[in-house]
């Protein structure tokens, strides 16, 4: 039995390895300053820590994230923002190098219908004024299907002819299955398309991605 606990954990620290090796390789793809795009606060943890400890531990203060609502669907939105700030904090993202929008055509909410024209006249302006050559958010299924992370998507794939420029990057929306099989779905990763730029978090990133999360 011992013998097999030590190939257990001999298996899960060469999927590691080669996840993190990979991704060390696709990661110096990115060059330049990076915006993420999120719709609410605690967005920026919940699904983008590890690409931010990644990217800002090789490219300090290159990494921007903008929120496009404070959050105020249950009428927290002052609390939220102050939230969002601490997450940030303990990610490592300067104040400078946040913006959060509470714009009436982004509000919170998952049958409120985000204007896309808005969406990506700020989006072009941040791209503009912070010199971004890559943008990251949500794919047009947004991980948990919340119409306002889709909407994300949606303005930005319409609009992809405004910013032939930039790089844009969709975070990839898995199956239930993949979800659950926790670091196994490494393997998935290792394999899939060489398109694919995979971000993994460092013990350390993982109990920053959480405390970070404790903000919320």
């Not at 060469?14 to 993420?36: C, E, M, Y």
């Not at 503009?128 to 909407?151: A, M, P, W």
Request: proline share 3%; charged share 15%; aromatic share 10%.
């Amino acid at each position: 039995m011992e013998h097999y606990c030590y190939i257990f954990v001999a298996i899960i620290v060469l999927l590691i390895g080669l996840a993190v090796w990979r991704g060390n390789l696709k990661q110096n793809l990115i060059t330049g300053n990076t915006l993420i795009v999120t719709a609410h606060p605690d967005d920026e943890c919940m699904f983008f820590a590890p690409t931010i400890l990644s990217i800002s531990k090789s490219h300090p203060h290159s990494v921007f994230v903008v929120c496009l609502s404070n959050g105020n669907f249950y009428g927290s939105g002052v609390q939220r923002e102050s939230e969002f700030s601490a997450s940030l904090d303990i990610l490592g993202i300067s104040k400078e190098n946040r913006i959060l929008i509470d714009e009436p055509s982004l509000q919170d909410g998952p049958s409120n219908n985000w204007d896309y024209t808005v969406i990506t006249d700020i989006v072009l302006k941040l791209v503009e004024t912070k010199q971004i050559r890559n943008i990251l958010t949500f794919d047009d299924y947004g991980v948990s299907g919340h119409s306002n992370h889709c909407d994300i998507a949606k303005a930005l794939y319409s609009s992809r002819s405004k910013l032939s420029h930039v790089n844009i990057l969709f975070l990839e929306s898995i199956s239930i299955f993949r979800k659950y099989l926790g670091i196994f779905d490494l393997l998935y990763v290792l394999l899939s398309s060489k398109n694919t730029i995979a971000f993994t978090s460092t013990p350390r990133g993982l109990l920053k991605t959480h405390y970070a999360m404790f903000s919320h």
